[in-house]
């Protein structure tokens, strides 16, 4: 704990500051199968001090998982944090799951292999639609769930990546819990590494 007087203007006023410890945080990234992956690049996200607020390190820790899988991250903030992890044509599951800083466990990061969804939006004459949205929403409450929107493209046209293997419906309505049902939507379950293909009635 830190105290400081500050003088401004011809005023003067006093602080209390109070400085975390920082520990290491160790832990592997492992695929859907529970094979150890190199190369997924880790960092701390939404760090907290001991007392729950937010605590803003000067830097955010960042790492790349070694060639087996193992990671490890210095001078992270004593309190509680999230991990963010990142790979190419993959998903980090669990990704609001907050931890204790320190933690003696070795931390395990499931990244998951994606599929991708990709289609045309059409009028009710099955001509190309475009200025509208389109959205690919998980089931029931979408928090800590992956879910994408985006804008169709002027030939009708959509494409969403990177998106994880499970259940959704793809709509041109939002399809939050308490919207209405959109008898257009339609239900898709993607599959790791494969390409959905689909026409979409706005």
Request: glycine share 12%; proline share 7%.
């Amino acid at each position: 704990m830190l105290g400081y007087e500050e003088i401004r203007d011809g005023s003067s006023a006093h602080f209390t500051v109070e400085l975390c410890a920082s520990k290491k945080l160790s832990g592997v990234a492992v695929d859907e199968a529970g094979k150890l992956l190199a190369g997924v690049t880790v960092s701390t996200s939404n760090t907290m001090g001991i007392d729950g607020h937010g605590y803003a390190a000067p830097g955010r820790p960042e790492v790349t998982t070694d060639a087996q899988g193992r990671f490890t991250l210095d001078d992270v903030p004593t309190g509680y944090t999230q991990f963010w992890a990142r790979a190419p044509h993959r998903f980090h599951r669990d990704s609001m799951k907050l931890l204790a800083v320190p933690d003696d466990k070795t931390i395990t990061i499931a990244v998951v292999a994606t599929g991708a969804v990709q289609g045309k939006v059409v009028d009710a004459k099955g001509k190309p639609a475009s200025g509208g949205t389109i959205h690919v929403n998980p089931p029931g409450d979408p928090i800590g769930k992956w879910g994408g929107s985006m804008n169709v493209e002027a030939d009708g046209s959509f494409k969403f990546a990177g998106v994880p293997p499970g259940p959704y419906t793809v709509s041109t309505k939002s399809q939050f819990p308490g919207d209405p049902v959109d008898p257009n939507a339609q239900k898709i379950e993607v599959v790791a590494g494969k390409m959905i293909e689909l026409t979409v009635k706005q």
